[in-house]
């Protein structure tokens, strides 16, 4: 018996509008957050993930909001993260009803947040967000929404993560984000086969395809998308059958 | 009835508590003693680590109100380390001493699968279940988690199987403790929680 492999739905958020861009550039309005969350809980995603793109301290409490609104709404779990820096930051984002937060740039800043937010609040509850980008024959983490690179291989950050307590990774390729191409299997199965906690794929899907060739040759535990889903261009649950007809385990809304 | 919910501070409780509104109960947060003591109905959430729990009930002195409310058979709902907090003891911090409801210790996963254990599991029905009525016997459940009780006791009503077997959902008279989180869980999760209602009366 085995795990279902997770397909997750992803909001962009920019205070309490969903918005989306093409290479972490380009952000047009998607919709509200918590129409679509209904959407999703109904439509069997098995968790969502709301990221605050803008990640700035004067928009916070509006960010909080957004999650209670949308936390409200969901019988699946739910991640938020995007401009965590503390363990503080983290329990605000719990307490308003995540049920994980991703840490990103900050970890990167100050890798200790990743032990102080583990220990008090569960490997469970913190997941490492690491977006990749390939340069020459590794691929290179690169920080503050993608901006600038952090001169860290992102396996070896991975490994790291790890071992200071991340209970998830969420790899993002940089390079595949908002192309529609396909996600990239080397980076994600090069780090699912070296950590021993799940890895969530994320950038570049679009055909189901894309999601079976993730969760097998690319040794992902979820895979992850946003405007595919928002759009409508590809449904939750054919997406799901498909996957299912395939021999993937997934979990089948009723 | 209204359910009583045990508020200490970690875990996420708003979660539970909008299930618990979808169903339309009646829910309260409470953190004393004499709360817990005049308690109709109990549920103990809980997310995070074991020691953080303990050290709570311990320190706001919470340990034997609740412990008398169990064994004087209200209905109890313990959710993932809710469940844990009832055995002897656990692995995640071993110099602690649990709520000793339960025999038994719990410990760590064996780490041939990936830990922690997280995402969408099935059950392996074990005895007849109050809790899990007129669920789908192939239904998913949300777990997330690495420590688990191992051994199965006659109170166990299903397990699941993950590197090991371990329990899942266990009910003894009016207590009642699963693994997952039927409040993250959909549709199957819901029903769990309504279920457990019909147990409170």
């Not at chain 1, 909001?11 to 129409?35: C, E, H, M, Q, Y």
């Not at chain 1, 001169?151 to 969420?170: C, M, P, R, S, T």
């Not at chain 2, 709520?99 to 699968?113: E, K």
Request: proline content about 4%; charged content about 20%; hydrophobic content about 45%.
């Amino acid at each position: 018996m085995s795990l279902a492999r997770r397909i997750i739905p992803c909001l962009d958020v920019d205070g309490d509008r969903v918005v989306k861009g093409v290479n972490f550039i380009g952000l047009r309005d998607a919709g509200d957050p918590s129409t679509l969350a209904v959407r999703y809980n109904r439509e069997g995603a098995d968790e969502l993930v709301v990221l605050d793109i803008a990640a700035s301290r004067d928009h916070r409490p509006t960010f909080l909001e957004t999650i209670r609104r949308v936390a409200g709404e969901l019988a699946i779990p739910l991640t938020a993260g995007g401009g965590i820096r503390s363990a503080e930051d983290a329990r605000a984002v719990l307490r308003a009803g995540a049920d994980k937060i991703t840490l990103n740039t900050a970890a990167v800043a100050r890798p200790e947040l990743i032990s102080e937010t583990s220990l008090e609040f569960g490997a469970q509850a913190v997941v490492l967000a690491i977006d990749a980008k390939k340069h020459g024959d590794q691929w290179v983490v690169m920080v503050r929404g993608g901006r600038d690179s952090a001169n860290l291989d992102a396996i070896a950050w991975a490994i790291q993560g790890v071992a200071l307590g991340a209970g998830e990774i969420l790899v993002t390729s940089m390079d595949r984000d908002g192309t529609k191409s396909g996600f990239d299997t080397a980076l994600t199965a090069g780090i699912s086969s070296t950590v021993s906690v799940p890895v969530i794929a994320s950038g570049g899907a679009r055909l189901p395809e894309h999601f079976a060739e993730i969760l097998t040759g690319g040794r992902a535990d979820a895979a992850l998308a946003a405007s595919i889903f928002h759009d409508r261009i590809q449904p939750i649950r054919e997406l799901k059958e498909f996957l299912s007809a395939r021999g993937i385990p997934v979990r089948l809304p009723c | 009835m209204r359910i009583t919910l045990l508020d200490y501070g970690a875990g996420n409780i708003a979660s539970v508590e909008w299930a618990l509104q979808r169903l339309g109960a009646e829910s309260q947060r409470v953190a004393t003693p004499e709360c817990v003591a005049t308690a109709e109905a109990l549920l103990l959430p809980g997310v995070g680590h074991f020691e953080t729990l303990i050290r709570v009930l311990n320190e706001q002195k919470l340990r034997t109100p609740l412990c008398d409310a169990i064994r004087r058979g209200i209905p109890f709902l313990g959710i993932c380390l809710g469940l844990q907090a009832l055995y002897n003891a656990s692995d995640e911090a071993p110099e602690l001493t649990g709520l000793q409801v339960l025999p038994g210790r719990v410990r760590l996963l064996p780490p041939i699968a990936k830990l922690p254990h997280m995402g969408w599991n099935r059950l392996v029905l074990k005895n007849q279940s109050r809790l899990l009525e007129g669920i789908d016997a192939d239904a998913y459940f949300y777990f997330a988690h690495s420590y688990a009780a191992i051994e199965q006791g006659e109170e166990t009503v299903a397990a699941c199987s993950y590197g090991t077997e371990f329990v899942a959902v266990l009910e003894k008279d009016n207590m009642c403790a699963v693994q997952f989180h039927p409040e993250k869980s959909g549709e199957a999760g819901a029903r769990v929680l309504r279920n457990f209602l019909r147990v409170c009366g």
